[in-house]
């Protein structure tokens, strides 16, 4: 009994040793790899941008903010700029965007919710919203953050 259990752990050792050998010399050949084949990767191999840090630098620094905007940006708000039924939804093109500060003011509160479903959880997706108080100003903004950075990828304005 001792001589085929010790016939087995041989052979199993032995074959575990040449899988090992086979997987070191496939990491040798990735060259080969990268161009015939698809490489995934796993999303906490990338760098995730924290959003606190990015939003700062956004609201202070107009050539960065302008480089962090989806263009053409989509955005959707009462058609002609008043309140009513009809909603209308334009697109703003890269060379008719304007820095925003983000500036507190006292007549709106800054709101930032970590998706768009308004629920807390840890998510690429982050609402900034200037409520007003007492003044119907309702303006958002969605960010979401794609390949590991944050971007302004819609903006929407109810204000009444």
């Not at 509160?109 to 629920?119: A, E, G, K």
Request: charged residues 25%; hydrophobic residues 40%.
């Amino acid at each position: 009994m001792t001589l085929i259990t010790g016939f087995g752990l041989g052979w199993w050792f032995n074959e575990m040793n040449r899988f090992t050998e086979g997987v070191i010399m496939d990491a040798q050949k990735l060259k080969l790899q990268f161009t015939d084949s698809v490489i995934l990767s796993n999303n906490s191999d990338v760098v995730q941008e924290d959003f606190d840090d990015f939003f700062y630098k956004f609201m202070l620094e107009p050539d960065f903010q302008v480089s962090r905007v989806k263009f053409p940006l989509k955005f959707i708000g009462f058609k002609n700029g008043h309140p009513g039924n009809h909603i209308d939804t334009v697109y703003l093109l890269k060379d008719k965007w304007k820095h925003k500060s983000y500036y507190l003011g006292r007549q709106y509160i800054p709101i930032i919710y970590d998706n768009y479903d308004l629920v807390l959880q840890n998510t690429d997706e982050r609402l900034f919203r200037w409520a007003g108080v007492e003044n119907g100003i309702d303006v958002k903004s969605f960010f979401k953050r794609i390949g590991g950075q944050w971007y302004l990828i819609q903006e929407e304005n109810f204000s009444t």
